[in-house]
């Protein structure tokens, strides 16, 4: 007998996955955009897989994330340098990444360098598979 779709998405998966995430970091992203990145993190962390993202703390990035650490996921955020103003604010509770990096499964990579491009990279780095969500197509190609 084969399992239903909701039956699937909620077990965890065999071979977990780092997948990398892509969205919005607007906190004028609409309630439905929202709603749906916050069950993708939901998914992604009951099937194992590890969220990796820029660690936004609103928008999609922060649904995909309230979504994950509700479920108990793993998730990796990676910001530049050039966003840390005292060389702490994004890893703690003041700070400015979003809630679920303060505890839980999580890890914040910091980028160097003048531009993005490492950033960049280390999003990618490892990674099994690229989602986009809406507002997260201009992170692929700044």
């Known amino acids: ?6 039956d699937y998405f909620a077990s965890p998966s065999e ?28 998914t992604l962390a009951r099937r194992g897989h590890i969220c990796v993202n820029g660690a936004g703390s609103s ?23 050039m966003f840390v103003v005292d060389g702490s604010d994004w890893v703690s509770k003041e700070g400015g990444a979003h809630s679920a990096f303060h505890e839980g499964k999580r890890e914040i990579l910091v980028a160097g360098g003048n531009d993005l491009q490492e950033r960049k990279r280390l999003l990618v780095e490892g990674a099994d598979a690229l989602i986009v969500l ?6 692929c190609i700044t």
């Open 1 to 6: 007998m084969s399992q239903s779709a909701d």
């Open 15 to 42: 071979d977990p996955l780092r997948i990398c995430c892509y969205g919005s970091s607007s906190s004028l992203t609409p309630l439905e955009y929202l709603t749906q990145a916050e069950t993708l993190g939901r």
């Open 59 to 81: 928008g999609c990035m922060a649904a995909m994330n309230d979504g994950a650490s509700a479920e108990g996921g793993r998730i990796v955020g990676v910001i530049h340098e």
């Open 134 to 139: 809406p507002g997260g197509t201009i992170c």
